[in-house]
């Protein structure tokens, strides 16, 4: 694939991606205020998995920790 065709590819998936969600919130049969409430809900929930997964990869797979030594940063 083409680098053109490559972005014209990622622009029409975003283009989309918003279309779609413009759709969904127009479209959508409950108030304001409980989409609102419902996707606050919904963000604690992956907040709450995000961290429980960083903490469980600090401790490492065996729940020992990962003893960095502070070298070989990706800066």
Known sequence: MSKRNEQAAVLAFIAGAVVAAGAALLLTPKSGREVREKLGAA?????TKLKACVNKGKRGSHG???DYDGGDAWI
Request: a negative charge; aromatic letters at 0%; zero cysteines.
């Open 43 to 47: 963000k604690q929930d992956a907040l």
């Open 64 to 66: 020992e920790g990962l």
